[in-house]
């Protein structure tokens, strides 16, 4: 009898059949990772996925709901929810999966447009937490919606197809960098300088600012916008750079914005495979992917929004026609969720601020985390040992590799997720994702085995 525990390389125990079902697995999520790079690309593939799949809008409904039916509400175009209806009645109880698909970024400033030394540029607004330090010298994308003095829609897209020009950030040549090396790395980049080259040549017909001018020429020639119209815009700049495979083995992803995108892939793609297999739920199984994590879970589309307190009173009418508040309270009280987002994976040349025996290493499978915060367990969501055990139990008997982690050592930093916004409804929840390498860089990494391990994981979730 074993009596110690011990992680285990994942990949130590993989057979070709489960090897081919993980490459199937993870070619489709790369060219997700490809096309959804912002929080409505994401909106869109999903739904685009899940009409696909036969889930139908819930504000197209007007019939009751029953058994097995599949529905979806889109949240002002940046964040959707997805549920089967399940057997047992929704006050009983949801599983309940949640994930966010907004990343860092840059934004741009509601008035972005400058000159300087013969180059057009777009001041910006870095969101979440970056190393400032790494986006610069980068390919850039751009990713916007506008909309124009007529309240019409322009969506803009430069720099992801093979013959875009792409945007950067310039950075100050060594040469030069005495003074700046002399810095530390949270002060040697002002925010303010975080500006990105849009065009450099001038008009013909101009005073001054003619690099400008001709970058508005040109932007009202094919988009029909004015200067103002920025300031009725929602424009991320991202890397550029292309999903891939790491290593020679390709037993690593790379790619930008895989928090969270890699656990929001693998809860939707849960759902859509259960739909698509016609299994008999017991629980009603809610897939919720939400916008704004990653500058505190504040807004409309966050988490913190009623949104999804609706989305639940309008399944209650529509199944059991009983949307009363303390029929949502139950609903909210009885269910299990888990908070589908990542956690850092031990780097191994900054193994020092992780406590590897509690730390989440690449390859080990999807990442448990019983509780997130930092310090004396400030802000902490912490899952009970009875919930938690439900977990470790429900992955134990489904041969579901998971390991057991913490965020790293105490007082090196911290973090959380959605999980205590849920958990403040009544509901238990416990922190469940993918590890990840380089996690908020513009390039981050995550290990092919953990993706698969991580949708397998929420897929026996939603099925118990
Ligand atoms: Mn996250
Ligand atoms: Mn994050």
Not at 59 to 79: F, H, T
Not at 203 to 215: E, T
Not at 230 to 238: C, H, K, L, N, T
Request: charge should be negative.
């Amino acid at each position: 009898m074993e009596l110690k525990y011990e992680k285990k390389n994942t990949y130590e125990k993989i057979n070709k059949v489960k090897e081919e079902a993980m490459f199937d697995y993870a070619d489709d999520y790369l060219s997700f990772l490809n096309y959804a790079k912002t929080e409505y690309r994401c909106v869109e593939y999903f739904v685009m996925a899940l009409e696909e799949a036969g889930f139908k809008n819930i504000n197209d409904i007007k019939e009751a709901l029953s058994v097995g039916d599949k529905v979806y509400y889109v949240n002002k175009d940046r964040s959707i929810y997805a549920a089967i209806i399940g057997e047992e009645s929704i006050t009983s109880g949801m599983n309940i999966i949640g994930a966010h698909i907004d990343s860092p970024r840059l934004d741009t400033k509601p008035m972005p447009m400058f000159e300087s030394q013969n180059l057009a540029m777009f001041k910006t607004q870095y969101y979440g937490g970056v190393k400032k330090y790494q986006w610069l010298a980068i390919p850039l994308s751009m990713f916007g919606i506008i909309y124009n003095e007529n309240g019409e829609k322009i969506e803009i897209v430069i720099g992801e197809k093979k013959d875009d020009p792409c945007f950067t950030i310039t950075d100050l040549l060594p040469h030069l960098a005495k003074d700046q090396m002399e810095l530390t790395a949270n002060k040697f980049i002002d925010p303010e300088n975080m500006t990105i080259i849009v065009g450099s040549i001038p008009s013909k017909d101009d005073k001054d600012n003619k690099v400008k001018n001709n970058i508005l020429k040109i932007l009202n020639k094919k988009y029909g916008i004015k200067e103002i119209d920025f300031a009725r815009s929602d424009i991320r700049f991202v890397p550029s750079f292309r999903a891939k495979y790491i290593g020679f083995d390709k037993g690593l992803i790379a790619g930008y914005g895989q928090d969270d995108r890699v656990c929001s892939y693998a809860t939707v793609k849960a759902i859509i495979d259960i739909a698509n297999e016609n299994k008999v739920l017991k629980k009603t199984a809610v897939a919720l992917i939400v916008d704004k994590e990653e500058i505190g879970s504040v807004g409309n589309t966050s988490m913190s929004s009623q949104a999804f307190d609706i989305f639940v009173a309008n399944l209650l009418d529509k199944v059991e026609e009983n949307s009363c508040n303390i029929a949502l309270y139950n609903a909210m009280n009885n269910s299990k969720m888990l908070s589908a987002d990542v956690s850092n994976a031990v780097e191994p040349m900054y193994q020092e601020v992780s406590d590897i025996q509690n730390a989440n290493i690449i390859g080990c499978g999807v990442a448990l985390e019983k509780y997130t915060g930092s310090g004396g367990k400030y802000s902490a969501s912490e899952a009970s040992a009875e919930y938690t055990s439900y977990v470790m139990n429900l992955f134990d008997k489904n041969d579901i590799a998971y390991q057991m982690g913490t965020l790293g050592k105490i007082g090196k930093g911290g973090g959380g997720t959605i999980a205590y916004i849920l958990a403040n409804k009544g509901i238990d929840v416990i922190d469940c994702g993918t590890a990840v390498l380089s996690m908020h860089s513009p390039y981050e990494v995550t290990s092919t085995i953990d993706v698969y391990e991580t949708y397998r994981a929420y897929k026996t979730f939603f099925l118990n």
